[in-house]
């Protein structure tokens, strides 16, 4: 096919799934002229799997992409159908926010947000090839022949990458959703020495609204109580026409009919070849793992507010057709329900991690980044905060700039990132609360004061906003001080108050502060008795009182954080000789060699690598002995 010159950008983003449109956005709003290419401008941030944002830690990576000034949380809270917050008898570390979309008006509301925006051009194609010289990025080939130049390129084509859906034994080609899938990008990669995996990931079947028998199910209602993604989004906003979701289970005689086509399930007679996600089985892999288990839930979800397609989660599968008929009759609710979508699993290629620099940059490749499903992960608010973070590295490559590398200790996006590009991953990557070590100092409520002024500083969080925050950070400082000067007397009132709440009488006076700290004291009850001149707006007092309540175990965080930061400044050199270290056990060796860390906290958290080994790094380099391999 003959080529012709298309046009020229500073960036060229491949793929407008969560990834892609974050990394659009955030490279056009930075100023870079910015190309958004996709195979379909009608699957533009689609959500082929369970339509909702957030949960947990997903849902503090929604906030932080808010922070930052990214779109995922002012987009969810446009579209919401459902607002619930989780874990609400639990500690704010853990609390988590989680919004059911109605899936079509999110996917039109950000393409409409892209199709609107300074610098950024969304166009429909295939690329096919990547233009490399002399290990240099410098555009993009489509299936049509037009050649697209640019500075940066990143790559987001998510479960595109040569994807497969399997169904029984029927196996195709093809992206999610049935959409066109992208082969010779794979092939272009492969080409220019990437290695390359295979995933797996699925969904459950899509039943009838209308032929669910709900009555016999549980209700999940939304939250009355005002919340959103986005730090912009006022309460006034808050929708109070909410639609519920519905829980459900499997039974005995569901399990029964799964063992009896295990014979015909292909992830069990190897049909399904890629590595599926832990975290997120297949019903007939939950009943082989689980089998002492006599139910498993199973959530029915509106995919919308206009379209009767319900989304039965936790019922992931990619048993025969006629299975899984019969499977959603089996289950309570779902007798007599007609099925209009079928469950599939769908394989496809990675960039396995450690080919990434922490900024997503590939090492291989100079000015080529990658984000999203491509680099291992699952889940739509994964993708997103990789694709925000290439974005924004890839603009700041083009000036001429430092990346930004989010720290473990700023982020769940930075905790993610340096898990893949540090620990790699051999299954589909998927964020937990575990994972994060400082995860008290990494809260759903206190993102804008981790991110905003760093968002500021990039040019994606506006000046509004970064007054907001200044205003709103003011104010919980003001508040945190008169707590801590305002002194409660043991007064009649406010003795039969604790005798009430079954706390400790007053012996003395008290300082607000240290009355505030009581497990079984609110902001709410402490204003009672020492009340402020003006009002505490709501997510000031939510600030203070966890702020308060915590000191010390926030305090013993950040002494932490302190401690990795002074390894995290220790740089080591490129092209390190790790070889010629004498000393250094051979599993460090080969770790260092493959992960090559950018800094001695980085070679730390290195599976195989010892304390050990990095002192005797640490020494190496301070003394200036190591040699190093010629570029």
Not at 596 to 621: C, F, K, W
């Amino acid at each position: 096919m003959e080529r012709y010159e298309a046009g020229t950008f500073d960036v060229i983003v491949v793929g407008a799934g969560h990834a892609g449109s974050e990394a659009a956005l955030a490279s056009a709003r930075m100023g870079a002229s910015t190309l958004l290419l996709t195979i379909n401008l009608d699957m533009v941030a689609f959500m082929p799997c369970n339509p909702s944002v957030g949960g947990p830690a997903k849902g503090v990576v929604v906030r932080e992409i808010d922070a930052l000034g990214g779109e995922m949380g002012r987009n969810i809270d446009k579209t919401y159908i459902q607002m619930r917050m989780l874990n609400t008898g639990k500690g704010p570390a853990v609390r988590a926010l989680r919004a059911q979309a109605d899936k079509f008006l999110y996917a039109n509301e950000m393409k409409y947000t892209i199709e609107k925006t300074d610098n950024l051009i969304l166009r429909q194609g295939i690329a096919e090839d990547l233009i490399i010289e002399n290990g240099i990025c410098e555009g993009i080939v489509t299936n049509t022949g037009a050649i697209y130049r640019s500075k940066a390129v990143v790559l987001t084509a998510g479960t595109s990458s040569r994807g497969q859906i399997i169904i029984g034994e029927l196996k195709y080609s093809s992206g999610p959703n049935n959409s066109q899938p992208s082969i010779k990008l794979s092939e272009s990669l492969l080409r220019n020495g990437f290695e390359l995996a295979r995933f797996k990931t699925g969904t459950p079947p899509r039943v009838k609204g209308s032929t669910i028998d709900y009555s016999v199910t549980e209700e999940q209602p939304g939250d009355e109580k005002p919340n959103h993604f986005s730090y912009k989004t006022p309460d006034s906003l808050y929708l109070k026409d909410q639609l519920s979701c519905w829980l459900t289970y499997s039974n005995e005689k569901t399990h029964e009919i799964i063992q009896a086509n295990l014979h015909r399930a292909p992830m069990f007679t190897g049909i399904v070849e890629g590595v599926g996600a832990r975290y997120c089985p297949s019903i007939e892999d939950k009943i082989v793992r689980f089998s002492d288990k006599p139910r498993h839930q199973l959530f029915l979800e509106p995919e919308g507010r206009n379209t009767e397609e319900v989304y039965v989660q936790g019922l992931s599968t990619s048993l025969p057709e006629d299975v899984q008929l019969e499977m959603i009759r089996s289950i309570e609710g779902l007798e007599n329900a007609e099925m209009m979508r079928t469950g599939y699993a769908i394989e496809y290629d990675v960039v396995v991690p450690h080919q990434l620099r922490p900024s997503l940059e590939t090492k291989t490749v100079e000015n080529l980044f990658t984000a999203g499903q491509m680099n291992g992960t699952s889940g739509y608010e994964e993708a997103a905060g990789q694709g925000l973070m290439a974005g924004i590295n890839a603009a700041l490559k083009i000036q001429g700039k430092e990346p930004f590398i989010m720290k473990r200790s700023d982020g769940y996006i930075g905790v993610m990132i340096d898990d893949l590009v540090t620990k790699g991953t051999n299954e589909p990557y998927r964020l937990l609360t575990s994972r994060a070590e400082y995860r008290l100092l990494l809260r759903h409520d206190n993102a804008d004061f981790r991110l905003t002024e760093i968002g500021h500083e990039l040019g994606l969080a506006d000046e509004e906003r970064y007054q907001d925050y200044l205003v709103k950070k003011a104010a919980v400082e003001a508040e945190i001080k008169r707590l801590n000067s305002v002194r409660l007397k043991p007064h009649a009132e406010l003795q039969a108050f604790l005798v009430e709440k079954g706390s400790s009488p007053l012996k003395d006076g008290i300082l607000a502060a240290d009355f505030l700290r009581r497990p079984e004291i609110s902001y709410q009850e402490v204003v009672q008795f020492a009340p402020a001149e003006i009002a505490v707006a709501k997510e000031v007092a939510e600030q203070v009182e966890i702020q308060v309540k915590y000191e010390g175990y926030i305090q013993k965080a950040f002494e932490k954080v302190a401690k990795m930061k002074r390894m995290e400044s220790k740089r080591i050199p490129e092209r390190i000789d790790y070889e010629a270290i004498n000393g250094l056990a051979t599993e460090a060796k080969q770790k260092l060699i493959k992960i090559q860390p950018e800094t001695i906290a980085q070679a730390s958290r290195i599976s195989g690598v010892n304390p050990a080994d990095i002192s005797i790094l640490m020494v190496y380099i301070e003394q200036g002995k190591i040699a190093k391999v010629e570029a």
